[in-house]
């Protein structure tokens, strides 16, 4: 089964460290938890007595702040791994990827991306049924997956790569809709 931690440290690579951007929707970050998304994160209440604390230099004492961090993957493990049932995806690239884009577009976005790729592999059907594109991660998702692994020799690439696809053409559309976030577009696609 896949390891949350593997999913988690390859995820904050790309999650990087506090960010206050106007243009992002998010507002003030730190290492992705978005504060106008996750306001009551009891992280804050850290990084905000830091800001109180160290006014100038805030930003280098949040990484070493042990509770923080915890918070963190805690946040992490709760709201997006447990919730996608990354412990019960065999494959460790795939649940790096379904995990990295719940992260990044919401864990039912994910699911969804994940469930619509496995309709769209499944040879009309030959391979196994069609589920329902819901957003939940439930028995259905997690049963085709195997299935598909099974079918496909455990490869997972041809799944991945479909899940990306879906990704990219998310961030097109935000791209297209409101070109003040245009400049985020390098760092999304890093993530396909």
């Keep these: 089964m896949a390891d949350f931690e593997i999913a988690f440290d390859e995820t904050m690579i790309n999650e990087g460290g506090y960010v206050n951007d106007?243009?992002?929707?998010?507002?003030?970050?730190?290492?992705?938890?978005?504060?106008?998304?996750?306001?009551?994160?009891?992280?804050?209440?850290?990084v905000d007595a830091l800001k109180q604390k160290f006014p100038q230099d805030f930003r280098k004492h949040l990484d070493d702040?042990?509770?923080?961090?915890?918070?963190?993957?805690?946040?992490?493990r709760e709201k997006f791994w447990d919730v996608l049932h990354g412990d019960e995806i065999s494959d460790q690239h795939l649940a790096n990827e379904v995990f990295d884009t719940g992260v990044n577009q919401g864990a039912a976005t994910a699911a969804r991306y994940w469930q619509e790729a496995l309709n769209l592999l499944n040879r009309n059907g030959r391979d196994y049924p069609d589920i329902e594109v819901d957003g939940r991660v439930g028995e259905a998702t997690l049963s085709t997956t195997k299935a598909f692994l099974a079918r496909n020799?455990?490869?997972?690439?041809?799944?991945?790569?479909?899940?990306?696809?879906?990704?990219?053409?998310?961030?097109?559309?935000?791209?297209?809709?409101?070109?003040?976030?245009?400049?985020?577009?390098?760092?999304?696609?890093?993530?396909?």
């Design 65 to 76: 702040h042990e509770e923080l961090q915890t918070l963190v993957k805690s946040f992490y």
């Design 153 to 192: 020799k455990n490869r997972t690439d041809t799944l991945v790569k479909l899940l990306n696809i879906l990704q990219g053409m998310r961030y097109v559309e935000l791209a297209r809709k409101t070109p003040s976030q245009r400049k985020f577009m390098h760092g999304w696609l890093s993530r396909c």
């Design 22 to 46: 106007p243009d992002d929707r998010g507002g003030e970050t730190y290492r992705g938890v978005a504060r106008a998304f996750h306001g009551s994160w009891p992280g804050w209440k850290i």
